[in-house]
């Protein structure tokens, strides 16, 4: 019984001491801003965010004619960026968000 209990207090500081170290990622989208446009005029603000974690370019269009084919708008291109998948697996196809019926 003792025993039991200590493992369980052992477990339980383990799990907390995990859940403290995990990595999270945030994601910060400047849409509508070519990145070319961004790397010459390098605004302070943007590097010096990316200084604390990292700046990349990201393409989210998939590739023209193939099953990944995803037109360029907001929202397909965050769902693809958020999901890891492409519009033919998330059904995002538009900005407007309707329910169905």
Do not use: C
């Not at 207090?9 to 403290?20: K, N, T």
């Amino acid at each position: 019984m003792k025993r039991t209990f200590l493992l369980s207090i052992l477990l339980f500081f383990s799990l907390l001491a995990v859940d403290g170290k995990t990595r999270k990622a945030v994601f910060i989208i400047i849409d509508g801003v070519p990145a070319d446009q961004i790397e010459r005029l390098q605004p302070p603000a943007i590097y010096d965010i990316a200084s604390q974690g990292a700046y990349s370019r990201a393409y989210t269009g998939g590739e023209t004619g193939g099953y990944s084919q995803t037109a360029t708008i907001s929202a397909i291109g965050y769902t693809n960026l958020l999901t890891s998948t492409w519009v033919n697996k998330h059904n995002v196809t538009g900005n407007i968000i309707t329910p169905k019926t």
